[in-house]
């Protein structure tokens, strides 16, 4: 077969959606030499995530429209620095492995704060040009300790690379004010990606992502915003993005039988679905995948699918010496209530589906120990060129 090893696909920085969100990617077609079939069931059109993740939120502490668009012309000029730079070729010791590619995203988002804030105040008069579904993510069950409105920030910068230095190094920047003083950081989460894409409890997560592949409805037609949409002009080449900090409390699961661990997801270790899961497995919470059906508003289930970037995290020990480890569960939508707020509200948190009594997620129950800890809601703008910023066309 060749060449057994497969080069990890790189972002695409001269696209007009921002990197970070539905690349790298692999391509749609094997190179030659590779078994097709085996690359297009387990790499064709798929996401692969760089290593290590830092999601920062952050505020603008002026109200000055002027000093808004300086700050957002700062950032997406550093962040354009940052992903172009190229790894360093002569500070390698001897016998050190030359760096090939660090894989650099910084993708940059707005909260719904930044167009009117929580107290009602439209501080820089961008009210009227909000993302139609753009919002304080709403308080629901699962939250635990976390209440999303003391959470909202005027932005967020997802740094992505496969260098954990350089994700602290592009953090440290904006933490200390020297990409632009406006900028003040608020909070930073870190996390990895496991390469089999296996979250902590040893189950895949994103499995059912869309493909970029060639035939359609392809990723990108279930993430980026398009000009047929009822949304601002400054918001096509765009997406939505939920985040929530997900934690497990792992103690009671891993005292389960395998068998019960996979009733809790119902599907098995490889995902494949079980073909006797319960009503309220988090699998028929949230993926039902009913056959011919479509809601009162006319959608199957399958049209309501989003894009999933899981990075894991682990933070040590909390005061009653349990573990406290989970995902950043980042979920990208072209259409936010449709695709997100609808599973996450009619599926999930319904205890009336997929039929009367089902229960909530079991995911979430005793058993499976997760909680929402953290997160928003967030609009990803389109890419910035060299001349302008991230949102261009927002702020005029």
Same mark, same amino acid.
């Given at each position: ?14 696209? #007009? ?38 999601? %920062?939120? *952050? ?10 668009? @300086? *700050? ?15 790894? !360093? ?5 001897? +016998? ?9 995203? %910084? ?16 501080? /820089?008069?961008?009210? *009227? ?8 993510? !709403?308080? #629901? ?18 740094? =992505?690379? @496969? ?5 602290? &190094?592009? /953090?440290?920047?904006?933490? &200390? ?5 406006? #900028? ?16 902590? =409890? ?29 949304? !601002?002009?400054?918001? %096509? ?12 409390r792992m103690k009671h699961f891993f005292s389960l039988e395998s068998e019960e661990r996979e009733a809790i997801f119902g599907?098995?270790?490889? $995902? ?24 009162? /508003? $006319? ?6 699918? +989003?894009?999933?970037?899981? &990075? /894991?995290?682990?933070? $040590? ?63 990803? !703008? ?6 302008? &910023? ?5 702020? %005029?």
């Amino acid at each position: 077969m060749g060449d057994s090893t497969l080069s990890p696909p790189l972002p695409v920085y001269a696209g #007009i959606h921002q990197a970070g969100i539905t690349d790298p990617i692999w391509a749609s077609h094997p190179p030659s030499g590779f078994d097709a079939e085996l690359y297009r069931t387990s790499y064709a059109g798929l996401l692969e995530r760089q290593r290590h993740l830092h999601v %920062v939120t *952050a505020d603008i502490k002026s109200s000055c429209r002027k000093d808004l668009l @300086d *700050a957002l012309t700062a950032l997406s000029k550093f962040a354009l620095h940052q992903m172009a730079k190229k790894p !360093p070729t002569d500070t390698q010791r001897p +016998f050190d492995t030359p760096v090939g590619t660090r894989r650099v995203t %910084v993708t940059i988002g707005f909260g719904a704060t930044l167009f009117t804030t929580a107290m009602g105040d439209d501080r /820089f008069g961008l009210a *009227a040009q909000r993302p139609r579904s753009l919002k304080i993510m !709403p308080q #629901i069950d699962g939250d635990h300790d976390f209440t999303p409105r003391d959470h909202a920030t005027d932005l967020v910068i997802l740094i =992505s690379s @496969d260098d954990y230095y350089v994700n602290e &190094y592009i /953090f440290g920047r904006l933490y &200390y004010g020297s990409v632009h003083p406006d #900028i003040v950081v608020r909070t930073v989460e870190r996390g990895y990606a496991r390469p089999d894409s296996r979250e902590p =409890s040893g189950f895949e997560d994103g499995i059912t992502n869309p493909r970029m592949l060639d035939e359609k409805p392809t990723m990108h037609d279930f993430v980026y915003i398009q000009s047929c949409d009822d949304e !601002p002009e400054w918001c %096509v080449g765009g997406t939505y993005l939920a985040y929530r900090k997900i934690r497990r409390r792992m103690k009671h699961f891993f005292s389960l039988e395998s068998e019960e661990r996979e009733a809790i997801f119902g599907v098995d270790r490889q $995902g494949t679905r079980l073909k006797d899961h319960a009503a309220h497995a988090h699998v028929a919470k949230m993926n039902p995948r009913r056959e011919n059906h479509r809601d009162l /508003f $006319g959608m199957d289930d399958m049209e309501r699918r +989003f894009l999933r970037r899981p &990075y /894991f995290f682990n933070d $040590g020990l909390d005061d009653d010496g349990e573990e406290v480890r989970g995902l950043h569960h980042l979920s990208f939508a072209r259409d936010l209530v449709g695709q997100y707020e609808w599973p996450v509200l009619m599926w999930q948190t319904n205890p009336d589906f997929p039929i009367p009594n089902a229960g909530s997620d079991a995911l979430y129950g005793i058993s499976g120990g997760a909680a929402n800890i953290g997160g928003g809601y967030y609009f990803i !703008p389109a890419a910035a060129a060299d001349h302008d &910023y991230v949102g261009y066309g927002l702020v %005029v």
